[in-house]
């Protein structure tokens, strides 16, 4: 077994069966960290003294035939956004430099719950407020498949660091594709879970020790294979405490497909090209795996989206600044409060004014957003997925030296604005749809691809069962880059 690079699965069964102990394995990663780290500048934050005594502790529990969960012994890192117990926690904000919380983040408490032993924290930008990963306090990201280039945001370190092999497994967070992106820059898989299936508390932002349950806002796994999602999902999933009394949480997997044929998929790859297009050489990546599908039987179905692109990124900017700006200091938010009366529809003008927008905008925006819903329900009664873009480039080369309202991204001689560019991911995070991002085989330049495969509402495990189909049926998988 490589070490470097076997799956979260594959790791924890070898310290199950006696193969591998916990503390070689972190003894493993960590020498890995040191070795290859340094170019990367994916992991930020260290706690290898407490996590080689946890490692040291679930030895002894093995060996006593006992197990804390399915994650038992298993060293990993989330992101630097995700409240730590007794480590740093810093969001990538300076005023955060020195924070450290007294309690982990729900999530974080159940991954520890479930065996796993956190040794790190992976960079984010600040605030998760972008789609490099760069900051003041810990710098920049780097993508292993090309240090020149982004490895996305805001999960760019955890994505990183997953794909160089200096973790098997991350817990990262996406509220405009935070997740997604980064995965498909890196090569990786990553689930952006049902809104509400995994609880945000203790994740920053909102502020440090926040009880509030953000809308838009999941937190989820990145990994390298399909099967270590579905065993993160089931740890950290659930009600936060207070409603545990009254409910609980049920996610049907459906019955088993056994024939490839009764899967019906449909794609959206030439939609939206008006508002954003999709590059020559991502867009081949999409049709060749949909071309896969096909050849193995599957029902491929180009048609419609259920809500126009513009009209799904305009709710994401609706619903989601308006949480950004609730951080905004008295003075930026009077000044974008002034924009409420200057006429024209210019996309910046949008950004500015939601940043500010009073509770009767939002208000309507949400309803807007459950007629949305509503339109993305009645496609699923026909389709079990849907895929979709999820950049329309791959990975580009570091822009950090402008604020994001400047930056444009270059699509086959296009400039497209960044906030323009992340449409396909933000479209889809305010109807609440869980996502996976499958690697779908790097372009003729050697850069990684994504596709997003998009399932109904609370589908998240029948989602995961039909994506590994997907996967067996064109044939992908993980690939490392290389060393």
């Not at 069964?13 to 170019?39: C, K, P, T, Y």
């Not at 049902?194 to 909102?206: C, Q």
Request: a negative charge; proline letters at 8%.
């Amino acid at each position: 077994m490589d070490l470097d690079y076997a799956t979260a699965t594959e790791l924890t069964g070898a310290i199950r069966d006696r193969a591998l102990s916990s503390r070689e394995l972190l003894g493993h990663v960590l020498a890995r960290v040191e070795q290859r780290n340094r170019g990367l500048n994916a992991i930020v934050a260290m706690d290898a003294d407490r996590a080689r005594a946890a490692a040291s502790a679930a030895d002894a529990a093995t060996a006593r035939g006992e197990a804390a969960g399915p994650l038992h012994g298993l060293p990993m890192t989330v992101k630097d956004v995700w409240e730590t117990e007794g480590l740093v926690t810093t969001a990538g904000a300076a005023e955060l430099k020195e924070y450290v919380p007294a309690a982990d983040a729900l999530a974080v408490g159940r991954l520890k719950a479930a065996g796993a032993i956190i040794f790190g924290k992976s960079n984010t930008p600040l605030y998760a407020g972008d789609f490099q990963t760069f900051n003041d306090v810990y710098g920049i990201t780097r993508n292993p498949w090309d240090v020149t280039r982004t490895a996305g945001g805001s999960s760019g370190g955890a994505a990183a660091a997953v794909a160089a092999g200096l973790t098997p497994l991350e817990l990262g967070s996406d509220i405009g594709g935070s997740i997604r992106n980064p995965a498909h820059y890196n090569g990786i898989y990553g689930l952006k879970p049902s809104w509400g299936v995994v609880p945000s508390r203790g994740h920053i932002p909102g502020p440090p020790g926040s009880l509030v349950e953000t809308d838009v806002n999941c937190g989820g796994p990145l990994a390298r294979s399909l099967e270590d999602l579905r065993t993160a999902l089931t740890v950290v999933a659930g009600p936060v405490p207070e409603d545990a009394a009254a409910w609980h949480l049920h996610l049907d997997p459906g019955p088993e497909i056994d024939n490839m044929t009764s899967v019906r998929v449909a794609t959206v790859f030439a939609e939206g090209s008006d508002l954003l297009p999709v590059a020559r050489d991502v867009r081949a990546s999409l049709d060749g795996f949909a071309s896969g599908l096909a050849g193995a039987g599957v029902q491929v179905d180009a048609v419609p989206l259920p809500v126009p692109l513009a009209d799904g990124l305009r709710s994401w900017q609706e619903l989601v600044l308006p949480i950004i700006g609730t951080g905004l200091s008295d003075q930026d938010f009077a000044a974008f409060a002034e924009l409420e009366a200057v006429p024209g529809d210019d996309p910046m003008l949008t950004v500015g004014r939601a940043l500010a927008s009073r509770y009767r905008s939002w208000a309507r925006a949400n309803a807007n957003r459950q007629r949305q819903r509503a339109a993305w329900a009645t496609l699923f009664q026909h389709y079990e997925v849907v895929l979709a873009p999820v950049m329309p480039t791959t990975a580009f080369p570091h822009d950090t030296d402008r604020p994001i309202t400047d930056r444009v991204l270059d699509i086959d001689g296009t400039a497209v604005p960044h906030l323009i560019a992340m449409a396909w991911c933000g479209a889809i995070g305010p109807v609440l749809l869980p996502v996976v991002t499958l690697p779908i085989g790097p372009t003729s330049a050697g850069l990684p691809v994504g596709i997003q495969v998009i399932g109904p509402y609370l589908s998240d495990l029948r989602l995961l069962q039909i994506a590994e189909l997907l996967e067996a049926a064109a044939g992908t998988a993980f690939t490392p880059p290389p060393d």
